[in-house]
Nanobody, 124 residues
Framework: QVQLVQSGGDSVPAGGSLRLTCGVSGYTDNRYFMAWFRQAPGKEREGVALIHMEHETTAYAESVKGRFTLSKDNAKNQLYLRMNSLKPEDTGTYYC?????????????????WGQGTQVTVSS
């Protein structure tokens, strides 16, 4: 049983930084994708960053490129999203997600497993 447990999230002023953490358990190897999604009130969940845990290839949404960075700690089975230069439009509930197969990485339906979500609020 794959489980994703998130931590982090907070309220920060514009220009601030946060780090989100997603702990992963249940996979027997690193041949899977992990992604971070966010969902603002009244909007669809959108993918913001993706990594393949074995190959370490990454992808980022245009809106976060240069500001958000993925990293991971294999020993701790944790994935991190470092968010710098935060903007009010980054506000939302952030989710980590995992799946062995992903066709459209920005589409939430492509992911099998989800974290519980954590709130990020950026004030102007």
């Amino acid at each position: 049983q794959v489980q994703l447990v998130q931590s982090g999230g907070d309220s920060v002023p514009a220009g601030g930084s946060l780090r989100l953490t997603c702990g992963v358990s249940g996979y027997t190897d690193n041949r899977y994708f992990m992604a971070w999604f966010r969902q603002a009130p009244g909007k669809e969940r959108e993918g913001v960053a993706l990594i393949h845990m074995e190959h370490e290839t990454t992808a980022y949404a245009e809106s976060v490129k240069g500001r958000f960075t993925l990293s991971k700690d294999n020993a701790k089975n944790q994935l991190y999203l470092r968010m710098n230069s935060l903007k009010p439009e980054d506000t939302g509930t952030y989710y980590c997600a995992a799946s062995e197969l992903v066709r459209n990485w920005r589409r939430a339906d492509d992911y099998e497993y989800w974290g519980q979500g954590t709130q990020v609020t950026v004030s102007s």
